[in-house]
């Protein structure tokens, strides 16, 4: 009688979820792989021996990847970033200012909407007005992790054009733009040059 055996690594999955993958190039479901090396009889896994090493897969693709790789931002959550870290940035400097400015919510909309707020409107700038401005800090430090310096610079820009339609920026809003800029990872220097640029710019130029 002849007796087949040998030494064979059978994966099992440790976990699922969304990665970014890279060969797909956007967001794919994986599996967390981990491998252990079994003796086999009759090419039967029989006895686990040692393990050797993990693994992330894309499902769709099925390209493997160290775990590392798991670090790193779904598209999705690069998008939420930016959604959340806009609607931060404009209730604050609306809380700081009149919030009452019907030009200046129609503002804080338009910048919303635009960054990916789908349907954002007055309703739901409403609702987020009712939130205190502090609570809102971690959404634009997660937003201004993943600009570029020139991003931030035009994102606060932004800012001071909505907190200067309903007049001269007033010492609160300057304190709430500075705030801003430094979640956004900003130096102070830089965001006083920032503020004096945009705040010296004529009035035509707001909108830009």
């Known amino acids: 009688m002849i007796i087949i055996w040998g030494l064979r690594v059978v994966w099992s999955t440790i976990a699922t979820g969304v990665f970014y993958c890279r060969k797909c190039g956007g967001d794919r479901n994986y599996r967390h792989r981990s491998g252990r090396r079994f003796f086999t009889l009759f090419w039967i896994?029989?006895?686990?021996?040692?393990?050797?090493?993990?693994?992330?897969?894309?499902?769709?693709?099925?390209t493997r990847y160290v775990t590392e790789v798991l670090q790193q931002r779904t598209v999705a959550a690069m998008q939420a970033a930016?959604?959340?870290?806009?609607?931060?940035m404009v209730v604050v400097m609306l809380q700081s200012g009149d919030a009452t400015s019907a030009a200046a919510r129609a503002k804080a909309v338009q910048i919303a909407a635009g960054q990916g707020a789908a349907g954002y409107n007055d309703a739901a700038l409403a609702q987020d007005l009712a939130t205190p401005g502090a609570s809102w800090l971690p959404a634009i430090k997660a937003f201004g992790e993943q600009l570029q310096p020139d991003a931030k610079e035009w994102h606060l820009a932004e800012m001071v054009r909505l907190a200067r339609i309903d007049g001269p920026l007033t010492e609160t809003e300057r304190a709430s733009l500075a705030g801003i800029a430094a979640d956004l990872g900003m130096t102070p220097a830089?965001?006083?040059?920032?503020?004096?640029?945009?705040e010296q710019a004529p009035s035509g130029d707001q909108g830009a």
């Open 190 to 198: 830089q965001a006083l040059g920032v503020i004096t640029l945009t």
């Open 45 to 62: 896994p029989i006895i686990p021996m040692n393990k050797v090493g993990e693994h992330v897969m894309c499902e769709t693709c099925k």
């Open 82 to 88: 930016v959604t959340n870290g806009t609607r931060a």
